[in-house]
C-alpha cells in the first residue's frame, strides 16, 4: 500500500470513529509504527488529525467544516457541478500546476480534475487537500498558516507570503460579490487578502460565482474586474453584468 493510499484509509477511519491507535494500524497494516506517525504528520498539517499520545483524533476545527461545508455543498449542488465542469476547460495540460481557493463551487471543481494528466496543485483549503489526498494524477501541496474554522482554509500573513513565491499556470478562485465599483469582495479581511494573493500567483485567473453573487458588495474588496482572466458564471446573468465583465476585458463563461 502506498503512503497517499494509508493516509486516505487513516482519514476515513478518523472520519468513521473519531481517533486512531497508531499500534493498532501499524499491525493491521503491517507496517511500522513511525510509518504510521508520519501519515498522522501528513494528516496533521492538512488539518485533518490532531496528534495525541498513542494516535490522532479528528480535528475539531476539521469535523466542524466538514458540517459547514456540507450545508454549503448542498445548495443549489447541480448548478454548483455545471460551472465547475464549465471550469475545468481551464485546467492546464499535463505538468501544469493549479491553485485551488476553497469555497463549495471550487471543491466541486476538485472532484473533477484528471487522474491521466499529471498536475500540480497548491491549495490552503483543508477540506480541498483531504479531498485529493490519494488522488494518482495529483502532486499535492499545502499552504499553511492559521486556519478559519467558518471556511476552512489557510489565512494569515505566512499564507499570503507563500503564495507570494508561487506562480502557477492557474488559479480557480471563489468570491462572494461581484460588483463594477467594488470589484469582487469577500465579507472576511483575512480571506481578501489571501484571495489577493492567489490573483497575482497566477498566469491565469478564473473566478467562479453563480449569478447571485453579481450585485451585492461584500465588506472587503480582493481585487478589480480587470485583475481576472476569466468569470465563470451560469445562465442567470444577466446581460447587463455579462457587458460589465467583458467590458472590463474579462472572458465570461456561462454554464
Do not use: W
Request: charged share 20%; proline share 2%.
Amino acid at each position: 500500500m502506498y503512503a497517499a493510499e494509508r493516509q486516505v484509509l487513516l482519514a476515513e477511519r478518523l472520519t468513521q470513529h473519531g481517533r486512531v491507535s497508531v499500534h493498532e494500524l501499524a499491525a493491521e497494516l503491517s507496517v511500522s509504527t513511525e510509518t504510521i506517525r508520519r501519515d498522522l504528520a501528513v494528516l496533521e498539517r492538512a488539518g485533518t488529525a490532531r496528534r495525541v499520545h498513542g494516535g490522532a483524533v479528528l480535528s475539531t476545527a476539521y469535523s466542524r467544516l466538514e458540517a459547514t461545508l456540507a450545508q454549503r455543498t448542498g445548495e443549489r449542488p447541480e448548478l454548483k457541478a455545471r460551472i465547475a465542469r464549465a471550469a475545468s476547460a481551464f485546467l492546464p495540460e499535463a505538468g501544469g500546476s493549479v491553485l485551488l481557493d476553497g469555497g463549495s463551487t471550487v471543491a466541486h471543481l476538485a472532484e473533477l480534475l484528471p487522474v491521466d494528466r499529471r498536475l500540480t496543485v497548491l491549495t490552503h483549503s483543508v477540506a480541498t487537500a483531504h479531498q485529493l489526498l490519494g488522488h494518482d494524477g495529483i502532486a499535492l501541496h499545502t499552504i499553511g498558516g492559521r486556519i478559519r474554522e467558518v471556511t476552512g482554509v489557510a489565512v494569515g500573513q505566512p499564507t499570503v507570503e507563500a503564495l507570494r513565491g508561487t506562480r502557477a499556470d492557474v488559479a480557480f478562485i471563489g468570491t462572494n460579490g461581484i460588483s463594477a465599483e467594488h470589484g469582487f469582495s469577500t465579507q472576511d479581511a483575512e480571506e481578501a487578502a489571501v484571495k489577493r494573493a492567489l490573483l497575482t500567483s497566477a498566469r491565469t485567473t478564473v473566478v467562479l460565482a453563480d449569478s447571485t453573487k453579481f450585485g451585492p458588495e461584500q465588506v472587503f474588496s480582493f481585487g478589480a474586474l480587470a485583475d481576472a482572466t476569466a468569470v465563470v458564471t451560469d445562465d442567470g446573468i444577466d446581460a447587463q453584468d455579462k457587458a460589465m465583465l467583458e467590458e472590463a476585458g474579462v472572458e465570461v463563461v456561462l454554464a
